[in-house]
């Protein structure tokens, strides 16, 4: 993987959460589906409910906020546990080192291990993050103006940027 920088050539912040199979940072498989719940897996933390943007509609849902800045949002699942995690502040790392910002080519993913994106992430690549089942990483593609039923030409793609780490419970 080719490092990550930003255009001054500054490495991004230490990371302070990471995403795995087995969920991000104490948030796991059997996380409540709650503030208090959320709050005692990622102590120090600010829970506060937010509406944001899934794959297929927006909702209201939990963020955890540290130091001020947003780092993740907690979808509800099924059976008073948590669903679906997005990582989205820039202290957040993937599985393999993946960090918010970087492009698709810096991934080092092939394109096989993408779908494009349906409904409010049209446009966008949702990928398979290496070695795990339990990760997707999205990736918006700048000025992509279609066709939105598949991927965009590699060197499109190889440009496209991480937006968003993805972590789904194995239930």
Not at 147 to 166: H, K, Y
Request: proline share 7%; net charge positive; charged share 15%.
């Amino acid at each position: 993987m080719t490092p990550l920088s930003d255009p001054a050539g500054a490495p991004p912040p230490a990371a302070v959460l990471q995403v795995t199979d087995q969920g991000v940072g104490g948030l796991g498989d059997e996380t409540g589906y709650g503030p208090k719940a959320i709050g005692a897996a990622l102590p120090g933390y600010n829970i506060e409910t937010i509406q944001t943007a899934g794959e297929n509609g927006t909702q209201w849902t939990y963020a955890a906020f540290l130091d001020g800045l947003q780092m993740v949002q907690v979808f509800k699942g099924t059976s008073g546990k948590i669903g679906v995690v997005h990582g989205v502040g820039d202290a957040i790392a993937g599985p393999n080192g993946e960090r918010l910002g970087m492009t698709f080519s810096q991934s080092g993913l092939p394109r096989s291990a993408c779908r494009v994106g349906k409904n409010l992430w049209r446009g966008m690549a949702i990928c398979s993050a290496k070695n795990t089942r339990s990760v997707s990483l999205v990736f918006a593609i700048s000025g992509y103006a279609g066709p939105f039923d598949r991927l965009p030409a590699d060197r499109e793609l190889g440009g496209a940027t991480l937006q968003r780490i993805l972590w789904s419970p194995a239930r």
